[in-house]
T-cell receptor, first 112, second 111 residues
Framework: GQQLNQSPQSMFIQEGEDVSMNCTSSSIFNTWLWYKQDPGEGPVLLIALYKAGELTSNGRLTAQFGITRKDSFLNISASIPSDVGIYFCAGHGITGNTPLVFGKGTRLSVIA | KAGVTQTPRYLIKTRGQQVTLSCSPISGHRSVSWYQQTPGQGLQFLFEYFSETQRNKGNFPGRFSGRQFSNSRSEMNVSTLELGDSALYLC??????????FGEGSRLTVL
């Protein structure tokens, strides 16, 4: 089945630093979604991307849908302690009504 | 608008027992998906229901089953529980744009 490779697996950064994580796939995706999960909670949708090349921001978060439709990245600028959590990329394949496939997540730790 | 509601939030069962988890989607959302989340495997797709019909199914044994009711509420059942079934079970409802909105999950511990 379709798989997403998400990297890095974990990151330790200083408060105020920028963060970048990405996701790649061996197959084409029609939609890329980025989620954040806090401990003991369900994932929360951060950004949704629908077109190749699309660049979308949500506050300090920016995500892009790669031109090849096989990759996406998420940037967080000026990180703060509440950015701590696990970030997941997810995507819908090109076949209609396929389930959302998730990457294994990037665990972000912010050192104050 | 109320979010996705899952019950129970926590439960403990013993091997061999069965469990039923419940999910109420966001009002107006007709698709409900279930995922199993474990530390080593991430989010694994279980199944998706749309208008009371199973639309997609992941690679889980037949002990895992689900259903959806006419009001879009969904339940999933795991029979003959095994230790490896301990996980966070997440339900998500989908809007027309294909975006999934998750509940807080039901954390199952099998002893």
């Amino acid at each position: 089945g379709q798989q997403l490779n998400q990297s890095p697996q974990s990151m330790f950064i200083q408060e105020g630093e920028d963060v970048s994580m990405n996701c790649t796939s061996s197959s084409i995706f029609n939609t890329w979604l980025w989620y954040k999960q806090d401990p003991g909670e369900g994932p929360v949708l951060l950004i949704a991307l629908y077109k190749a090349g699309e660049l979308t921001s949500n506050g300090r978060l920016t995500a892009q849908f790669g031109i090849t439709r096989k990759d996406s990245f998420l940037n967080i600028s000026a990180s703060i302690p509440s950015d701590v959590g696990i970030y997941f990329c997810a995507g819908h394949g090109i076949t209609g009504n396929t389930p959302l496939v998730f990457g294994k997540g990037t665990r972000l730790s912010v050192i104050a | 608008k109320a979010g996705v509601t899952q019950t129970p939030r926590y439960l403990i069962k013993t091997r061999g027992q069965q469990v039923t988890l419940s999910c109420s989607p966001i009002s107006g959302h007709r698709s409900v998906s279930w995922y199993q989340q474990t530390p080593g495997q991430g989010l694994q797709f279980l199944f998706e229901y749309f208008s009371e019909t199973q639309r997609n199914k992941g690679n889980f044994p037949g002990r895992f089953s689900g259903r959806q009711f006419s009001n879009s509420r969904s339940e999933m059942n795991v029979s003959t529980l095994e230790l490896g079934d301990s996980a966070l079970y997440l339900c998500a409802s989908t809007n027309e744009g294909g975006e999934l909105f998750f509940g807080e999950g039901s954390r199952l511990t099998v002893l």
